[in-house]
């Protein structure tokens, strides 16, 4: 009996030894755990419609991506309720560039040289950007997306800026050609010292490539004007106090990767801010 009493203390404290070296390995194996990376919030990309393709530049994904988030391209449809799920599930929102906004939609008659963008685009974007406003999700608007947020909020556009404002400044290098075709140009902007953009890219004065023939006019409700070219075009606005809402007359997917990174790294943070 003596014996098996010995037996199982000596049993017992072999037990406790190897479980004292489970743990011990255990807690080295977790300190040797390599940092969890960061959330990557989801970020949709609005497209066009062209020949009944989908059609959604890839240097808006890929800045997305190597901003730290999941490039998500929405198609153009009509179904509303999938419109929700897309509000419901996306952290961030990229609203593209493209073709010009029917003039009637703020209020005017076309100028000659308006070529609007396809109708079912116009018709589901204004909706999923009116919605997305209603939220407190980020969102980046760029050229054309600047404008279309504009305007639902209630804002209006200068319709051909060569021919209202003048050619001070080049715009649009042939006034016709999208960026992917070259019709790209270089041209400064002033940005407002008290703003998010300022923040962002941390200086007053910087180069842009840009491509449009149309600028804000009547400014929309909620939005405040940061920055203009030397021929006084608005170039940005954005989303006064907490709520990130940043709208880009330029292409900052298209320029050099520091302002690339820092435009769309600013929105990838905000709406991880939101997804936490």
């Known amino acids: 009996m003596k014996r098996m009493k010995n037996s199982i203390s000596r049993r017992s404290v072999g037990v406790v030894m190897l479980t004292g070296v489970a743990m011990l390995c255990g807690a080295r194996s977790l300190a040797a755990d390599p940092p969890s990376e960061p959330v990557r919030p989801w970020i949709g990309i609005t497209s066009t419609v062209k020949d009944g393709a989908v059609v959604s530049t890839s240097t ?18 009509k179904d509303e309720s999938t419109q929700a799920e897309y509000l419901r599930r996306l952290d961030g929102l990229v ?10 939609a703020y209020g005017e008659e076309p100028h000659p040289t308006v070529k609007v963008m396809p109708r079912d685009r116009w018709e589901w974007e204004r ?36 021919s209202q404002v003048g050619d001070k400044v080049v715009h649009r290098k042939d006034g016709t ?4 075709a070259g019709g790209t140009a270089r041209h400064e902007v ?11 890219l941390a200086v007053e004065r910087t180069e842009v490539l840009s491509c449009h023939h149309q600028s804000i ?19 940005a606005l954005e989303m006064p106090g907490e709520r990130w809402g940043l709208l880009l ?9 520091p302002h690339c990174r820092a435009v769309f790294g600013a929105l990838v943070s905000a709406a991880r ?3 936490e």
């Open 190 to 200: 002033t940005i407002e010292r008290d703003s998010r953009l300022h923040r962002i």
């Open 177 to 180: 050609a999208p960026p992917a």
């Open 127 to 162: 909706r999923l950007i009116r919605h997305w406003l209603d939220s407190d999700k980020p969102l980046l608007g760029i050229c054309l997306g600047a404008q279309m947020t504009n305007v639902v909020s209630g804002g209006s556009l200068v319709q051909d800026i060569p």
């Open 249 to 257: 007359q330029w292409h900052p997917e298209r320029m050099a990767q």
């Open 95 to 104: 609203v593209i560039g493209g073709g010009d906004i029917p003039p009637e």
């Open 217 to 235: 006019k009547r400014v929309g409700k909620g939005l405040r004007v940061v920055a203009r070219s030397d021929d006084g075009v608005v170039e």
């Open 273 to 275: 801010a939101v997804k």
């Open 60 to 77: 808006y994904a890929r800045a997305v991506r190597r901003s730290g988030g999941v490039p998500v391209i929405i198609p153009v449809m």
